[in-house]
């Protein structure tokens, strides 16, 4: 049964600390998602890449948090410096998803759950 | 304005009993699908249903149905038979396909409780 698989599961930081989160979307699919679940916020889209290439990060600071999907089978969420308001989980998801086609699900990793102390 | 609404934060049912979990959209484009997940106190969101904007059925998977009424833009969830492993937080998410837009937009959540 093929899935998304994130790595690490848990990770507590300090401040300051740079962070990586890395995920291995399912073979064949060509779309991967960066999404950030808080209590507060629920899920918030932070990034996404089509085949590799970034499609749409306008929900990631910028300034800290980098997103990058260097072959097919790893993407890569990076925040550096960390703040304690990162804390969150962050999922990755992958998908098949072609032109103009809306009927397909996303497939969600386990998720990081980060604590930024 | 916001994309999908759900507006019970937390709902209870008796095992065995059927349970409606409300979703409303918004959106203008003609072409779109609607998603519901499953969010386990173990974390991992887990896909349960799908509708698509132009389907004239209501879709069914087990014991999962979408009670689907375009008119209002509304696509609820209907779990049927409760278990207590239903209990768990359930999301409703929809993608527009008129704007190209490939994400997932979810809704707040309604946090489900089985009772025995």
């Known amino acids: 049964d093929a899935r998304v698989t994130q790595t690490p599961r848990h990770k507590v930081t300090e401040m300051g600390q740079e962070v990586t989160m890395r995920c291995q979307p399912i073979?064949?699919?060509?779309?991967v998602f960066w999404y950030r679940q808080t209590m507060m916020q629920g899920l918030e889209l932070l990034a996404y890449f089509r085949n590799r290439a970034p499609l749409d990060d306008s929900g990631m600071p910028k300034d800290r948090f980098s997103a990058e999907m260097p072959d097919a089978t790893l993407a890569t969420l990076k925040i550096q410096p960390s703040e304690p308001r990162d804390s969150a989980v962050y999922f990755c998801?992958?998908?098949?998803?072609?032109?103009?086609?809306?009927?397909?699900?996303?497939?969600f990793g386990n998720g990081t759950r980060l604590t930024v102390t | 304005a916001q994309k999908i609404t759900q507006t019970q934060p937390g709902m209870f049912v008796q095992e065995k009993e059927a349970v409606t979990l409300d979703c409303t959209y918004d959106?203008?484009?003609?072409?779109?699908?609607l998603f519901w997940y499953k969010q386990p106190s173990s974390g991992e969101m887990i896909f349960l249903i799908y509708?698509?904007?132009?389907?004239?059925q209501n879709a069914t998977e087990g014991r999962y149905s979408l009670n689907f009424q375009k008119a209002r833009k509304s696509a609820n969830l209907v779990i049927s038979a409760s278990q207590l492993g239903d209990s768990a937080m359930y999301f409703c998410?929809?993608?527009?396909?008129?704007?190209?837009?490939?994400?997932?937009?979810f809704g707040s959540g309604t946090r489900l409780q089985v009772q025995p």
């Open positions: 509708q698509g904007s132009y389907d004239e």
């Open positions: 998801a992958s998908g098949l998803v072609l032109g103009g086609q809306y009927n397909s699900p996303l497939h």
């Open positions: 959106t203008s484009d003609q072409s779109y699908g």
């Open positions: 998410a929809m993608r527009e396909a008129d704007t190209g837009r490939r994400a997932l937009t």
């Open positions: 073979l064949g699919h060509n779309t």
